[in-house]
């Protein structure tokens, strides 16, 4: 998927778990696994928002794209 998410970076940096950022952003540890891992094939710009806000930083930080080969 050329599309990868950073969402493990930005938890290191912020030295948060991924049990703390789910109740921080309102959804279950489970969907945040999901988006976590880059399986969702979605993600609602509330859900970015929210991310960004508790994570302090900006949507680049969290998603970023790579050509495939």
Do not use: S
Not at 24 to 38: C, D, E, M, S
Request: charged share 25%; hydrophobic share 50%; aromatic share 2%.
């Amino acid at each position: 998927m050329p599309v990868i998410v950073d969402i493990d970076v930005m938890l290191a940096r912020r030295k948060m778990g991924v049990g703390e950022l789910a109740d921080r952003i309102g959804i279950t540890p489970t969907n945040l696994a999901v988006l976590k891992n880059g399986r969702a094939k979605a993600v609602r710009f509330t859900t970015l928002d929210a991310l960004c806000a508790v994570l302090e930083c900006q949507p680049g930080d969290l998603l970023r794209w790579v050509p495939e080969d």
